[in-house]
């Protein structure tokens, strides 16, 4: 149950997943991550695999648990913010699926979805200086080209949280950070305020369970997109939500203002790669055990102590 104070009974490995099985579908989309198929009836197939990406780079070794962790994380958000907007989520359940699809490697790392229109904008939102947002800052005094206070330093805490989108760069480039007054002349003004508006809301509601299990969520990430159930297109989230690859989560004790906080999520990986002669293009170098067995934890703790829930449960109990 949501605030349990359960934890895991063991924390071994569960066994991994790279390669997706043969699912019997058309397979539409393989992403770094995840692997996306069409399920007929205007629904797709997500599979979360274990695999890992560094630099836009996919790395040999996969992390134990992750996928696993990236759809329990999902459809626990998916569930808390249902009242804030619908998401396009239909089942995690195996048994769901088209019966091709029901192998049980894929337990945990499935998720059935509605086929949604994606809005051309990354929905971020951010309430520290970190990231991309502190690089501009440091060069151009501003964050998505929009004007905030002077004299912040690296992890300072913004006097409330910030809208920031982003657009969706195509395969092999990267995504271009653009003001509010470039996402409403993508989208529409009005459509765009109804991205921001539900963007703080869920933000809001995340940072606030967040800092009750001793988190500071720093930024995330939310998808978007349109749906017509029968009453014109309706706005819903879609892909994953508050997840450690979609959002910079710091532990509360580890904030101080003018340092780095350790992320939970694949910063050990990005901190060691930064430590060997790699150019940062394929093929990616081999990482290290420690490395993989320190991120995976970080993936699994992450889980565990916002939700409140044990990822040994998943995904036989579920709320």
Known sequence: MPGSDRVPAERGFVSTLVEVPDVGLDLVHRGKVRDLFDAGNGRLLMVASDRLSAFDVVMAEPVPDKGRVLTAMSQFWFDELIDVTPNHLLSTNLADLPESAQHPSLAGR?????RVEMIPIECIVRAFVAGSAWKEYRSRGTIHSMAVPSGLTEADRLGEPMFTPSTKAEVGHHDENISFDDAVA?????LAEQARSVSLEMFD???ARAEKAGFLLADTKFEMGLVNRGDGPELVIADEVLTPDSSRFWLAEDWVP???PVGFDKQPVRDHLETLDWDKTPPPPALDPEVVAETSRRYRDAYERITGLCLGDWPDVQE
């Open 258 to 260: 003018g340092s780095t």
């Open 205 to 207: 509601r995340a940072s």
């Open 186 to 190: 993508l989208i529409g003004g009005e």
């Open 110 to 114: 499935v998720m059935l979805c509605e």
